[in-house]
C-alpha cells in the first residue's frame, strides 16, 4: 500500500490538531447543520476542507534540484452557523499550535455551492514541501584516464601603421585563461597556451579593437601587424 502523500498527511494532521481542541472534525466542505445527539443539544463540529494550493510567499523561480515550496488553504467552518463556542475553541487552539488563523473573507459562492448558510469560519494555511530526486548518477565502470595537454609559451610583437611598436595594448586568450600587456616595444609573451592547437587572441587598447591567430607551427616571436589608424 502506498505511503500517504503530502496532501493526505496535512490533512490528517489537521483533523487531528482539531480533535484535540475537543472538536469534532470532518473532512469536506460546510454541509447543512448537524442533528440534535438527543439529549436537546447539537455536537461541537467543524469542517475542514482544502480549498486551494498557493505558491509560497516570497517564492522564486525554481531551478535544478530545488524543493517546491507551496501552502494547501483550508477552510475550517463550523457546522452550526451558531456555534460561536466552537469558533472561540479553534480559535483558541490557534494562539499554542501550529497553526495560525487566516482572516480573510470567504466568498458568498462558498456558502451557496454547500447550500448552507453564512457561518463563522476562517483560513489555515498549511506549508508543504516537494524534494526533487536527485538524478542517479552513472557507475564509473572504467579507470580514471587523465588526458595531459602540451603547453608552450607564445611571444609576440604588436605592431600600428609602418610598423610602429603599439605598447599598453591588452592582449588575452580567446578563452581569457591568459592576459598580459606589451610592453614599450610592442612585446609580450603568454605562458602556457596549448602547443597543439592555434592560439586565437584578442587583442584591445589604445581606441582598438581585434582579433589575430597564431598557428602552432608559426615563427617566434610573432608579428602582429594592425593596420587600422588610430583616432
Given at each position: 500500500?502506498?505511503?500517504?502523500?503530502?496532501v493526505e498527511t496535512a490533512t490528517t494532521a489537521l483533523l487531528r490538531w482539531v480533535g484535540g481542541a475537543g472538536l469534532s472534525a470532518r473532512q469536506g466542505p460546510p454541509s447543512g447543520d448537524?442533528?440534535?445527539?438527543?439529549?436537546?443539544?447539537?455536537?461541537?463540529?467543524?469542517?475542514?476542507?482544502?480549498?486551494?494550493?498557493?505558491?509560497?510567499?516570497?517564492m522564486r523561480p525554481t531551478t535544478g534540484l530545488e524543493p517546491v515550496r507551496f501552502r494547501m488553504r483550508f477552510?475550517?467552518?463550523?457546522?452550526?452557523?451558531?456555534?460561536?463556542a466552537?469558533?472561540?475553541?479553534?480559535?483558541?487552539?490557534?494562539?499554542?499550535?501550529?497553526?495560525?488563523?487566516?482572516f480573510d473573507e470567504v466568498p458568498a459562492h462558498?456558502?451557496?455551492?454547500?447550500g448552507v448558510p453564512t457561518r463563522p469560519a476562517f483560513y489555515v494555511d498549511v506549508p508543504g514541501r516537494l524534494d526533487r530526486p536527485a538524478p542517479?548518477?552513472?557507475?564509473?565502470?572504467?579507470?580514471?584516464?587523465?588526458?595531459?595537454?602540451?603547453?608552450?609559451?607564445?611571444?609576440?610583437?604588436?605592431?600600428g601603421p609602418r610598423d610602429t611598436p603599439l605598447a599598453g595594448m591588452r592582449v588575452e586568450s580567446a578563452d581569457r585563461t591568459e592576459v598580459t600587456y606589451t610592453g614599450a616595444d610592442g612585446t609580450f609573451v603568454l605562458d602556457g597556451l596549448p602547443a597543439d592547437r592555434p592560439a586565437r587572441l584578442r587583442l584591445s587598447g589604445r581606441g582598438l579593437r581585434f582579433h589575430h591567430t597564431v598557428t602552432a607551427d608559426a615563427a617566434s616571436p610573432a608579428v602582429i601587424r594592425c593596420e587600422i589608424k588610430e583616432a
Open positions: 500500500m502506498p505511503e500517504p502523500g503530502i448537524t442533528k440534535s445527539d438527543g439529549k436537546g443539544a447539537k455536537p461541537a463540529e467543524v469542517h475542514v476542507w482544502l480549498t486551494a494550493l498557493l505558491p509560497e510567499q516570497g477552510l475550517l467552518a463550523t457546522a452550526r452557523a451558531d456555534d460561536v466552537a469558533l472561540d475553541r479553534l480559535l483558541s487552539a490557534t494562539t499554542t499550535g501550529p497553526h495560525r488563523p487566516v462558498v456558502w451557496q455551492s454547500s542517479a548518477t552513472p557507475r564509473v565502470t572504467a579507470p580514471l584516464r587523465i588526458e595531459t595537454v602540451p603547453l608552450r609559451p607564445l611571444s609576440g610583437v604588436v605592431l
